[in-house]
Every structure is written in structure tokens, then in C-alpha cells.
């Protein structure tokens, strides 16, 4: 929790937290942005609280009470956490999360600025992604997908085998949401394309919304 004081001065200022170079990320940054902590990289924004827009945006659009509320939700990319608490504090939906984030030091932070602050149940796992889908046993009410190196989704996360593996851990009327790039031509072009010949081969009745630079690609249940 920051003081008050730091709070007021980062809607004029960003307030530096912390810094770090990883294996993952060379270049790994996290202030105190508007009220929100923010996690960037050099060339994108991991995480921003309540102002991680793509998602905001979204969630503003989406039909809550198809999401059970005993739900247990995947989010592969886990970042600072934004996801689930814009959905605790914006949209008032608690639900179990188990999460996976590649960077141990981006998990760290999750941890302790995060973390401590949801009251709904959080497993985070610092690990590879593709493994966990590829090994678990466990089935989900919703799957979100947010994976990024710096601004780029690795292109093992742009495979069919890899969308199959994550439409055999949902649960009957699962839903799958993949986070995309659609900024720039080539994001909008490169992003069309995964939809209609590759994410359409495993979800033929999917759809995307657009909310930004960004594409969030669903199935449709």
C-alpha cells in the first residue's frame, strides 16, 4: 500500500518502484502511474491496475453472467495482476485464478504490490506456459491469454497445437480470450491472419473485439 501523498503526486509525476533487467525482460520497469502501478517494458505496458485499457474495455462489453460464479479462471501471462483486479474492483466478480508468469522477478512484484490487496483467490506459478497447458489436468470456466516478450507474442503461442491444448482444458461452455496486437498495419494484418487460419481452425465460431491497439479474440461456447 503507498502513502497518500504518493498516490496524489503520481497523477502528475510517475512514481518510480522498482526497476530490473531479467532474462526475459531486459528491461523491466514499475512506477506509480495515475493511481495505478504500472509494468512496462521498453516498447509496451504489461500491466496498469484498473487502466489496462484493452481489458477495460472489453470487460465493459462482456456478458458477466456467463461466467459462473464459482468460476476457476486461467490467465497465462499473469503480469502485475491487472486482469483480475480490474475484475474484483471495477466489475465486482470474484472468482479462483490460477496464473502463470514466465519472469520471476515480474511474479515477485505481483506478490507483494499485487497480491495482498484481492480477496479472491490467486495461485500464481512462475513458470513456461506452454508446459502448463501441455501437463495440467485441471479444467477451466474461462481462459485468458495475455503472453508477451516485450511487444511481441513468442510464435509458439501463435500455433494451432498450442490453441488445442488450451480448448482441452476448458470445462463444457469454456471461453478462451487471447489478448492481440492491432495497432499498426502489420499488428492488424498479422493479428487477422492468426484469426481466420489459425484460431478459427480450433474455434471455428470465434470472434474478435476491438478495444484500442488491441484485438481480443474469443471463442464462442
Not at 49 to 64: A, E, T, V
Not at 156 to 167: P, Y
Not at 200 to 211: D, I, L, Q, Y
Amino acid at each position: 500500500m503507498q502513502a497518500d501523498w504518493k498516490i496524489l503526486l503520481s497523477y502528475l509525476v510517475d512514481i518510480p518502484l522498482e526497476k530490473a533487467a531479467t532474462t526475459e525482460n531486459p528491461y523491466l520497469e514499475l512506477c506509480l502511474r495515475k493511481g495505478q502501478y504500472c509494468l512496462s517494458t521498453k516498447n509496451a505496458i504489461y500491466s496498469y491496475g484498473l487502466r489496462y485499457d484493452n481489458f477495460r474495455r472489453f470487460f465493459q462489453r462482456f456478458d458477466w453472467s456467463s461466467i459462473p460464479a464459482d468460476s476457476v479462471v486461467l490467465l497465462l501471462g499473469f503480469g502485475l495482476g491487472s486482469v483480475p483486479y480490474m475484475i474484483e474492483k471495477t466489475f465486482k466478480r470474484q472468482f479462483q485464478y490460477v496464473g502463470l508468469e514466465l519472469d520471476p522477478v515480474i511474479s515477485g512484484w505481483a506478490r507483494r504490490y499485487t497480491l495482498p490487496s484481492l480477496q479472491s483467490p490467486v495461485h500464481l506459478e512462475t513458470g513456461d506456459a506452454m508446459a502448463y497447458v501441455e501437463n495440467s489436468q485441471q479444467q477451466f470456466d474461462l481462459v485468458i491469454v495475455d503472453i508477451f516478450l516485450d511487444d511481441k507474442v513468442p510464435p509458439a503461442f501463435g500455433q494451432a497445437d498450442f490453441l488445442q491444448s488450451l480448448k482441452n482444458l476448458l470445462k463444457k461452455g469454456g471461453l478462451v480470450l487471447v489478448n492481440r496486437l492491432y495497432l499498426l498495419e502489420e499488428d492488424q494484418r498479422e493479428t487477422s491472419d492468426f484469426l481466420e487460419t489459425v484460431f478459427k481452425a480450433v474455434f471455428p465460431t470465434a470472434s474478435a473485439v476491438t478495444v484500442g491497439g488491441n484485438q481480443i479474440l474469443k471463442n464462442t461456447p
